[in-house]
């Protein structure tokens, strides 16, 4: 498996565009979870999904931010408008079971709003 | 969910055995006890869980003592590669929520 795939890597865009981050989890996994970290803040959750049901979404920071999944293998973060104080590296995560048999977390998104 | 409180950070030296301690004083009964790496520019990676007494796998062992107030993640050997975020995390099924956690740095 090649485990859990986030696009893209980077991201550079203008305050007030909508940015849209992807995220492909590990086939089988039943859960699905969408994490912000920065220096400030650390790792924040901001939502998470079981069977692609929104389970908890009490982590997303405003209603700028909407999260989507269509499907058991497609994730979607967007962003509109963004702010400068998005920029963040955006962690996906998916498991199996809700976690008891650990997280494997994408690379990352560094998103970076000027 | 359980709260944990680990070290902001510790030095080690190549070679070394590293001992992270996280406590959990508010454990619950069916909570497992799971530590995660974290290279820079990198997700997260788990390392090992357990539940109690001790747990062992070709990376690190992990000490839990009978009343689970405690953990400890022990490292042996160190290397410079070692050097990273690791994170105590506490819970049952549901939500992994991490702490700032411990920025371990491997000296020459």
């Known amino acids: 498996d090649a485990g859990v795939i986030q696009s893209p890597r980077h991201e550079v865009t203008e305050m007030g565009q909508e940015v849209t981050l992807r995220c492909k989890p590990i086939s089988g996994h039943d859960y699905l979870f969408w994490y912000r970290q920065t220096m400030m803040r650390g790792l924040e959750l901001l939502i998470y999904f079981n069977n692609n049901v929104p389970i908890d979404d009490s982590g997303m920071p405003e209603d700028r931010f909407s999260a989507k999944m269509p499907n058991a293998s497609f994730s979607t973060l967007k962003i509109q408008p963004s702010e400068p104080r998005d920029s963040a590296v955006y962690f996906c995560a998916s498991s199996l079971g809700g976690g008891q048999f650990g997280y494997t977390f994408g690379s990352g998104t560094r998103l970076t709003v000027v | 969910l359980a709260k944990t409180t680990q070290p902001i950070s510790m030095d080690s030296y190549e070679g070394q055995e590293v001992n992270i301690t996280c406590s959990h004083n508010?454990?619950?009964?069916?909570?497992?006890i799971t530590w995660y790496q974290q290279f820079p520019s990198q997700g997260p990676r788990f390392i090992i869980q357990g539940y109690k007494t001790k747990v062992t796998n070709e990376v690190a062992s992990l000490f839990i003592p009978a009343d689970r107030k405690s953990s400890t993640l022990s490292l042996p050997r160190v290397s410079l590669s070692d050097t990273a975020v690791y994170y105590c995390l506490v819970g049952d099924r549901g939500i992994p929520t991490f702490g700032r956690g411990t920025s371990l740095i491997v000296h020459p």
């Open positions: 508010n454990i619950a009964t069916n909570d497992y």
